[in-house]
């Protein structure tokens, strides 16, 4: 009878690891009335640098259509329906998401989650619904502006508007430092596209997040553009780079500076980098003796445009171009998005200004030199 049981139990063990645990999965649903059977939706989330990627294709059957989402890291997603507009994000991996659609509805985050477990989606849906309701109230006061007829009464409403930005955003950062999660990340990733980011704040809370957050996809992209931005704030140091010049050459920054140095970012196709290049050629004609050099970083896609317009816009100084549009490795390095865009540094390389234009570039420059 013992070698029975003792077989019965060798079965039992045999069976139990031979047998793989079942994987945990979600249902995302949609529930939507109206005119959209057999219509296409399609759930779209992003990578690591955030370019979006297609992760699958259902159709609407019976006013439901439905995705099954594997146990994962929390990670972002955008649903989008065939014929509308709107798209609406929700946060995958953590519970079952049920949205009730309204499609007249142009606020995804007004639709109906109720039937939701997803605590992190709720929790985004939470915080951008009183986003919404503080949006408005910015948006009241710029209507009041408009309306008054009174430089008395705008003054006024300018402190309040001013006063409204400022607890907005002390409201942001606060939610990011209070909430060391995937809709921290979130909303830390729109702070950080803002122009007067403080990075060096965003950076400390970053680093007090856990790994489970850091590991994400989203995390990995803040993680990168942290070390990026952070690393061309005014008072930190330039980073090196090497380019090609127009001649085949290999120039580095360090071999092009002098005691005031201007990196340049700008491109034959933009407009408003060719209409400001005059007056960047009178101040480097009156300051270059004095030590002032610049170098001319090109975003063009051909090199005779390129050598076109340093030609045609007299521009004496050193340039260097990959010629891959958005893609230059330098303005990657540089958190280029946006051209013009200059960088100021003093003779040891740091950065002491950006994006001056004009007198103050002419102010600043003399500044340098006369330190």
């Known amino acids: 009878m013992k070698k029975l049981w003792s077989l019965i139990t060798l079965i039992i063990l045999l069976a139990s ?8 999965t979600y249902k995302l ?5 109206g005119d959209y059977e057999q219509k296409e939706v399609i759930l779209t989330s992003f990578d690591k640098n955030m370019r979006s990627k297609a992760l699958d294709t259902v159709k609407v059957t019976d006013s439901i259509f439905e995705f099954v989402i594997p146990q994962q890291n929390p990670e972002i ?17 953590d519970g079952d998401i049920v949205i009730n659609l309204e499609p007249e509805n142009l606020n995804p985050f007004k639709n109906d ?6 605590a992190l989606t709720k929790k985004f849906y939470d915080y951008e619904s009183y986003a919404l309701k503080d949006k408005e109230q910015g948006m009241s006061l710029l209507q009041a502006y ?32 209070n909430n ?6 979130i909303i830390m990733q729109s702070l950080l596209s803002g122009e007067e980011a403080d990075i060096q704040r965003i950076r400390k809370s970053f680093e007090t997040y856990p790994e489970t957050a850091k590991s994400t996809n989203l995390g990995k992209y803040i993680h990168t553009f942290i070390l990026t931005k952070g690393a061309t704030e005014i008072g930190g140091k330039a980073p090196n780079f090497t380019g090609t010049t127009p001649d085949g050459k290999k120039l ?18 933009c407009r408003p980098c060719r209409a400001e290049n005059p007056y960047v050629v009178d101040i480097y004609k009156k300051y270059h003796d004095q ?10 896609k051909t090199k005779e445009s390129w050598l076109k317009a340093i030609k045609d816009d007299g521009l004496d100084w050193q340039h260097v171009s990959e010629l891959k549009f958005w893609q230059d490795p330098i303005a990657k390095i540089y958190g280029v998005n946006a051209i013009p865009q200059t960088f100021i540094l003093d003779a040891q390389g740091i950065i002491r200004a950006k994006n001056l234009r004009r007198k103050d570039l002419e102010d600043k420059i003399v500044e340098l030199l006369n330190e």
């Open 17 to 24: 690891c031979g047998t793989a645990p079942k994987p945990i």
């Open 29 to 33: 649903q949609g529930k939507i009335d």
């Open 291 to 300: 030590g002032l050099n610049i170098i001319g970083v090109s975003l063009d």
């Open 180 to 185: 060391k999660d995937y809709v921290g990340l």
């Open 146 to 177: 408009r309306a008054v007829k009174t430089d008395q009464e705008r003054d006024s409403i300018r402190n309040l508007y001013e006063q409204w930005r400022n607890k907005a955003q002390a409201y942001q950062y606060d939610y990011v430092e």
């Open 113 to 118: 989650i109720s039937q939701t477990t997803s």
């Open 252 to 269: 580095s920054l360090y071999q092009a500076m002098g005691k005031v140095t201007i990196i340049d970012f700008w491109a034959s196709w």
């Open 77 to 93: 997603a955008i649903i989008s329906i065939e014929g509308i507009n709107q798209k609406i994000p929700v946060i995958l991996g």
